[in-house]
Structure formats: structure tokens, C-alpha cells
């Protein structure tokens, strides 16, 4: 099995080797998982805005990705970006951060707690919400005020994201703690075991690890989205945006 980790994100060096590993540790020894980034587009997703001028080529990505034999698509964000565009585009499996790591936290808590990056994630995390209906199921978003570019500073985000779950458990009723931005990466087992160790006893996951467990699960069931939820694009004219400039092209899949 092949997936393809596909952060939304131009390449600027801020992802690594130990990132990719820390999400793939519990695939199965047979799978395999390669990384793309994005020829144009933001370097983080903060906002709305960063989604946008990302979502064109994530689709275009996915497409790319299938026709070189991937059997499905992580786009590696919380934020969910052009994932529902390319399950029109594609038909192999494509899951953002929040769909998985939501549906595996429902099974943990009756009240789960968002802990993210920035006060501007908070809207589109909660529009994420709301899309699926988990607004009872959800306590809500918490946010620890560090850009993404500065979550390489362990120790500090380690301390910022205890402290907003502490918050989360306490005042907000929440029972389990979802990391809500896939950059958080590798600092699951510390925050868990300090607030185990202060006698919370709550679950933390992992946005990374749970899309691409969920994947392999849905490649080896069988299972793809819906064509009549995803219906796929019509053949029409289409400019797409690169580099030197607007790219007209025929079509947004091409099948010949």
C-alpha cells in the first residue's frame, strides 16, 4: 500500500524526516508513505486565506498522486483544505487531519477538547464542526497563541498545549484533548502523561497519526466516497495558477 502524505503547504524546509516518521509509526510494516508539497501556495495554513490560495493545487496534487499509483491522500492539515474537492477529482481515498482524528476521539469521551495554533484557526476549526454536525460532542477550541513556523520550539509548545488542556478538562467538561493542527507532531505522549500525572486520566491525539491509520483502513476495506456526495467534475474550460502566470487547461481530470 502506498499513501501519500501531502502537506498543503509550499516547501520552505520547516517539515523533517523525524515529522514523517512520528505520523507513520503505527502503519503496517508493508505500507509505504512518501511526501509531496505544493508548487505554489502558503507556507502554513492560519486561516481561511491560507486554505484558499492552497486548496487549487492540493486538488491537482491528488490527482497527480493517483495517477502515479498512490492508493490514497493525506492532506496534511487540520483545516481539511481541497479535501473535498479532490474526493470529486479522485477516486482513491483523501482525508484531512480533522474528519479522522474526530471520529476516533468520539469513540474515547462524550465531551472532546480542541487544543490548536492561533486565535485565527479557531473560526475555521469550529466551521469544521459545525459541517459535521459535532457541535454537542465538541466542548470547543482552544488555542495556545504559537505560529506554526515556531512549533519547533518543543519545550514551549509542550507547556502552552498542557496548560490550554488543562483548561479544556477543568472549565470546558472536555474528556479527551485532540491536537488541532497536524504540526503538533510528536508531543502527544508528554502532554498526556503531565496531565496523567496530575490525575486527569484523558486520552491526547495525534491529528497525523489518526488520518493515515484511517486510510490504510480505508484501502483495505474497499471503501471510497460516495459519487453522490462527490460528484465528479464536469469537462469545461479551467485556468489554473503556477509560477509564470494563469495555465489555461482543457480539463480538470483527464482520463485519456
Given at each position: 500500500?502506498?499513501?501519500?502524505?501531502?502537506?498543503?503547504?509550499?516547501?520552505?524546509?520547516?517539515?523533517?524526516?523525524?515529522?514523517?516518521?512520528?505520523?507513520?509509526?503505527y502503519?503496517?510494516?508493508?505500507?509505504?508513505?512518501?511526501?509531496?508539497?505544493?508548487?505554489?501556495?502558503?507556507?502554513?495554513?492560519?486561516g481561511?486565506?491560507?486554505?484558499?490560495?492552497?486548496?487549487?493545487?492540493?486538488?491537482?496534487?491528488?490527482?497527480?498522486?493517483?495517477?502515479?499509483?498512490?492508493?490514497?491522500?493525506?492532506v496534511?492539515c487540520f483545516?481539511?483544505?481541497?479535501?473535498?474537492?479532490?474526493?470529486?477529482?479522485?477516486?482513491?481515498?483523501?482525508?484531512?487531519?480533522?474528519?479522522p482524528?474526530?471520529y476516533?476521539?468520539?469513540?474515547t469521551?462524550?465531551?472532546?477538547?480542541?487544543?490548536?495554533?492561533?486565535?485565527?484557526?479557531?473560526?475555521?476549526?469550529?466551521?469544521e464542526?459545525?459541517?459535521?454536525?459535532l457541535?454537542?460532542?465538541?466542548?470547543?477550541?482552544?488555542?495556545?497563541?504559537?505560529?506554526?513556523?515556531?512549533?519547533?520550539?518543543?519545550d514551549?509548545l509542550?507547556?502552552?498545549v498542557?496548560?490550554?488542556?488543562?483548561?479544556?478538562?477543568q472549565?470546558?467538561?472536555a474528556?479527551?484533548?485532540?491536537?488541532?493542527?497536524?504540526a503538533?507532531?510528536?508531543?502527544?505522549?508528554?502532554?498526556?502523561?503531565?496531565?496523567?500525572?496530575?490525575?486527569?486520566?484523558?486520552?491526547?491525539?495525534?491529528?497525523?497519526?489518526?488520518?493515515?491509520?484511517?486510510?490504510?483502513?480505508f484501502?483495505?476495506?474497499?471503501?471510497?466516497?460516495?459519487?453522490?456526495?462527490?460528484?465528479?467534475?464536469?469537462?469545461?474550460?479551467r485556468?489554473?495558477?503556477s509560477?509564470?502566470?494563469?495555465?489555461?487547461?482543457?480539463?480538470?481530470?483527464?482520463?485519456?
Amino acid at each position: 500500500m502506498r499513501i501519500l502524505n501531502l502537506p498543503p503547504v509550499i516547501d520552505t524546509g520547516h517539515g523533517s524526516k523525524e515529522m514523517d516518521d512520528y505520523i507513520a509509526k503505527y502503519l503496517l510494516p508493508d505500507t509505504e508513505m512518501d511526501t509531496w508539497y505544493l508548487d505554489y501556495g502558503p507556507s502554513s495554513i492560519e486561516g481561511e486565506y491560507d486554505e484558499a490560495l492552497a486548496a487549487a493545487n492540493v486538488v491537482l496534487k491528488c490527482i497527480e498522486g493517483e495517477k502515479a499509483g498512490y492508493d490514497a491522500v493525506f492532506v496534511n492539515c487540520f483545516g481539511d483544505p481541497g479535501v473535498r474537492a479532490a474526493r470529486e477529482a479522485v477516486s482513491i481515498p483523501v482525508f484531512g487531519g480533522f474528519e479522522p482524528i474526530a471520529y476516533y476521539a468520539l469513540g474515547t469521551a462524550d465531551r472532546i477538547g480542541i487544543v490548536t495554533v492561533l486565535p485565527e484557526v479557531v473560526p475555521l476549526i469550529e466551521g469544521e464542526i459545525a459541517r459535521y454536525g459535532l457541535e454537542k460532542r465538541f466542548t470547543g477550541v482552544r488555542c495556545i497563541d504559537i505560529p506554526v513556523h515556531d512549533l519547533g520550539e518543543t519545550d514551549r509548545l509542550i507547556e502552552a498545549v498542557i496548560q490550554e488542556s488543562k483548561r479544556a478538562i477543568q472549565e470546558d467538561g472536555a474528556g479527551t484533548i485532540v491536537l488541532g493542527c497536524t504540526a503538533m507532531a510528536g508531543v502527544k505522549e508528554e502532554v498526556e502523561k503531565a496531565l496523567n500525572e496530575e490525575g486527569y486520566g484523558v486520552p491526547v491525539i495525534e491529528a497525523g497519526q489518526a488520518a493515515v491509520v484511517m486510510l490504510e483502513t480505508f484501502v483495505r476495506m474497499n471503501l471510497y466516497h460516495s459519487r453522490v456526495t462527490y460528484m465528479p467534475p464536469r469537462d469545461k474550460a479551467r485556468a489554473i495558477w503556477s509560477a509564470g502566470g494563469p495555465t489555461p487547461i482543457r480539463q480538470l481530470k483527464d482520463s485519456e
